[in-house]
Nanobody
Framework: QVQLVESGGGLVQPGGSLRLSCAAS????????MGWYRQGPGNQRDLVAH???????NYADSVKGRFTISRDNAKNTVYLQMNSLKPEDTAVYYC?????????WGQGTQVTVSL
């Protein structure tokens, strides 16, 4: 059973930064595509950023230029660097791993952007 554990969420003021981490275990991490998703109150879970096993990335339009996804295969970890945070970035952020049609979720970490 693949395990994904997110960390790094918290409360930050508008304009601030956070870095989320997602550590994977019981998996050959390097072959998985990894993504960060978020779900605000009353909203669906949407893709924020994605990185393939080869390192290719794509981002939701709302976070382009502010967020950066990266991965360290030696540490079985994917990161999301979030800069210039806005109140509308407030959500539970989830890590997801996918390979050949299988998909795994982490438990989520809360990010709150507020004064």
């Amino acid at each position: 059973q693949v395990q994904l554990v997110e960390s790094g969420g918290g409360l930050v003021q508008p304009g601030g930064s956070l870095r989320l981490s997602c550590a994977a275990s019981r998996v050959i991490f390097s072959i998985y595509s990894m993504g960060w998703y978020r779900q605000g109150p009353g909203n669906q879970r949407d893709l924020v950023a994605h990185i393939t096993s080869g390192g290719g990335t794509n981002y939701a339009d709302s976070v382009k230029g502010r967020f950066t996804i990266s991965r360290d295969n030696a540490k079985n970890t994917v990161y999301l660097q979030m800069n210039s945070l806005k109140p509308e970035d407030t959500a539970v952020y989830y890590c997801g791993a996918t390979y050949l049609g299988t998909f795994y979720w982490g438990q989520g970490t809360q990010v709150t952007v507020s004064l």
